[in-house]
């Protein structure tokens, strides 16, 4: 197989384009993948000048941007030459492999929907992103995250098959485990959109379906993906966003400023970096959109270069695992396929 | 003002009665209230036999008790004697001024609304929780947590103008910042609830709205009533209600096993405890359920007596700060009047 190609959004982000040119080369030095930037040459080229890193980076000229305030698709219509819109059209016209972004959101779903389309079998594309969990080197999959803020119940059912088939090619999961987000653990509890999507889940012999996952179950371990609509997932996402920034807030006023502080703090500090690390989910990357024709990482609008870095790789091996085509292919191979709108 | 009455539901929970009977004795002993234990004699005068404490409480007798597994409407009218019955029948009869109990949530919630009713003017009541926030003294009520899975945009509203009441009353805020939870910062995020509700509370003057609070404000200190549906709310409270027991063992992980790991911890021990105590959701105590005629706490069902002693603070506040009959005063003061379902 050939390297796989990302096309990066060097416009994209609220460090763009010096951070998100830092994660690209070393991406480009670390990782078996070809890293295309796509953006304004000029600032690219002064940040690859002034820190001679000696690596190559292709370059493909991008004149606009897609603010943060813009509307997305009156801003991807006024602006075709966009970075956002240029990056999915190498996709588009198989002169890349995937995407990574982490300019307006709303713009890179968009700009891939567009672009790219939805696989067949997909009525929606959803965002995944990793949560961590108990288990130390065990995360779980959580999706939709704010890609579609009303479901059907049809959709949670292609999210969790999706979520599978990314947890098992790409997590190296055997037998990935899906729960439902709910408020009970019963059977019979939730809403409409969680009773009827429970019963989709329980009865897909393709889904290997736990049950239902409250909001305590989901950094238990006990689930590798776990479903829900993208507003509940949002705004989850979102909470366990702000926790490392709480932790680090909690740890300064409580540890004590005499000299048992210092010296506490002090022999535990390496210690004390890793958990935040461990509860900082910002740590861990970017969003994956799942159900396009094509790979896209959306990243966080405050990703730096470690972040981009982690979104390269995310994207590699997310293209070297064949997740669309996996995911194509689970669809073909079977009757389920949407019924429409 | 005389005493308030506090009826405690003693057979409710995994630690009744003897946990309920001991937060009950210290209640008793601290505050300006009169506890009126609620359940089997037998086993309640056993403990108070056992610890010789002095202290005096009323015991009304109920036979019964709603088990965590019975579907509670059944369960209420099967059991005319279980105790969650019987202490609310002393609300309505004006014997008790509130109750609190740490059984059967949905067994709570339903018999306070077969007893007591809802106050007028109120579509549904809510269960309220406290969040820590990250400012050391300020927590902020999320409703509702848990008693609508579906809500309509009128109930949010109804929720903001209860939450607001309460937090200005009990927790004494001066004017309280009422915030939506919400998916973006902008006021046409959000899915069809939300928007509707957006406008409803931008349009109250009764409600001093901030705008949209999305997943990551929650806990920013900048809110001190967010409202949402119940599904999301309780989605999010269990989730934050694991984040204690995620920290806890990731600090028996990550901090280190040797000499240094036990004299930095040794030096730490206190703080940390307490960094575990703002964290720990669990220890912020119970839901209030807020709409109906009359004072409910809904603990936690994993409640111990220090947990139930803070229930019952917190009944006693809201009975002394006339909560219900402000809530009434307001409906009644306004046209804001449920339209009917």
Not at 18 to 36: F, T
Not at 122 to 135: K, N
Not at 233 to 260: C, H, T
């Amino acid at each position: 197989m050939t390297c796989p190609r990302i096309a990066v959004d060097a416009m994209g982000g609220d460090y763009a384009p010096d951070e998100i040119v830092a994660g690209a080369i070393r991406a480009q030095a670390e990782l078996a993948a070809e890293i295309i930037l796509v953006g304004d040459p000029e600032p690219i080229q002064r940040y690859l000048d002034e820190h001679e890193s000696g690596i190559k980076l292709k370059i493909v000229p991008a004149a606009d941007v897609v603010e943060m305030h813009e509307e997305p698709l009156i801003a991807l219509r006024r602006k075709p030459n966009a970075s956002i819109n240029v990056a999915m059209t190498l996709v588009k016209k198989g002169e890349a492999d995937a995407v990574v972004s982490a300019g307006h959101s709303g713009a890179a779903m968009a700009a891939a929907l567009l672009r790219l389309g939805k696989l067949p079998g997909i009525d929606r594309p959803a965002i995944g992103a990793m949560f961590p969990t108990l288990l130390p080197s065990k995360s779980v999959l959580i999706l939709d995250v704010g890609a579609n803020v009303d479901c059907k119940p049809r959709y949670l059912e292609q999210f969790a098959l999706m979520g599978s088939i990314y947890s098992q090619f790409v997590l190296g999961v055997e037998e990935p485990k899906v729960g439902l987000l709910n408020i009970g653990e019963e059977d019979c509890k939730g809403n409409d959109l969680a009773l009827q999507a429970h019963s989709l889940l329980r009865d897909n012999p393709r889904i290997s379906f736990l049950g239902n996952a409250e909001g305590r179950d989901v950094m238990s371990g006990q689930f590798d993906v776990v479903v829900c609509d993208g507003f509940v997932g949002n705004v989850l996402l979102k909470f366990a966003e702000s926790l490392g920034g709480v932790l680090v807030q909690i740890l300064r006023e409580e540890l004590p400023k005499g000299w048992r502080g210092r010296l506490g703090t002090a022999l535990l500090r390496p210690n004390l970096r890793n958990i935040k690390q461990r509860i900082d989910h910002a740590e861990h990357g970017g969003g994956l959109l799942l159900g396009v024709d094509g790979i896209c990482i959306i990243s966080h609008g405050s990703a730096q270069a470690p972040s981009i870095f982690n979104a390269i790789r995310l994207a590699q091996e997310a293209v070297e695992h064949q997740v669309s085509q996996r995911i194509q292919a689970c669809y073909q191979a079977s009757s389920v396929v949407g019924e429409g709108d």
